[in-house]
């Protein structure tokens, strides 16, 4: 055999071994909420028996799925794009403000203690409150999280101002801080999430030390979504077709860890109020 025809039974043969499987990206889930920040170094472990629960249910194998929980959500979708996670569950205002970018579908609900359709409270010191709506009090300074996202908050006051010229924003970083700075005077007003305006009812009215001054409208729950950017279509599938079954059970445990009650499967119809708002709102 000369050296030319060597050459080329060593290049076939080499052209026809086929190749090792490159190893699959694991599968990922982040869950965003402020109110994590009462788990404190509790967080991840909680976050772990959440996602043991869902590969149970979803029929994945044992650890193959990772989670990460983000008590400050503007934070989740920078690790999201950055770890290219296929699912996550995340306030409204994280959803609304990357879904053409991420491709983000909702293929559930996950609804905790603040019901399906939480709002957004106004709370003052309590006494004498120098105005009833807030709306039309400019130079107002108003304290909540996560500022930096504008159009969220002309959503919340449906249209009605143009924040960065009616408020004096105050960013926090957790609604506790939004408290403490309307009640040492460095904010005229806390903007809270249902949740964290419930844990203070009983402080407002008389002989209180917070007044209620605002509502916004309701918004949907916390949704459920798959990251069309990194999500493979069979794990969506496995996905949705285990998400009522999550917090029954064996998991209800699990789920409160989360904060949640249970998870509705579907409903993106849901959303779609609130994305024709920031989308349209000057």
Known sequence: MNRLSSLCICALAAFLVVPRAVEAAPRELVIANEAFVEAGTYLQANVDAFVRRVEEVAGW????????GFAKPADALDYIRQHKVPFAILPIHQFVQARRELKLQPIGRAVGLDGTEPTYWGVSRGGKVPF????????????????????????????????????????????????DAVLANKADVA?????????????????GDLAWVYAAGGMPPFPVLSVGKFA?????????????????????DACGRMAILYIEAGKAESYAPVIQKYDTYP
């Not at 194998?61 to 990460?68: C, F, V």
């Not at 903007?191 to 002989?207: I, M, S």
């Not at 493979?232 to 209800?252: F, N, V």
Request: charged share 30%; with cysteine.
């Open 132 to 179: 009833e709506h807030i709306e039309q009090y400019p130079g107002l300074r108003l304290a909540m999280t996560e500022i930096k996202d504008v159009q969220w908050i002309n959503i919340l006051f449906e249209g009605n101002v143009r924040p960065l010229q009616h408020f004096k924003l105050v960013e926090v970083d957790t609604p506790r801080q939004a408290l």
């Open 191 to 207: 903007l809270l999430y249902e949740t964290d305006f419930r844990a203070v009812k009983k402080r407002l009215g008389e002989g």
């Open 61 to 68: 194998p044992a650890n193959s799925l990772r989670g990460k």
């Open 232 to 252: 493979a279509r069979a794990d969506q599938k496995k996905l949705e077709g285990a998400l009522t079954k999550i917090c029954k059970g064996s998991g209800a």
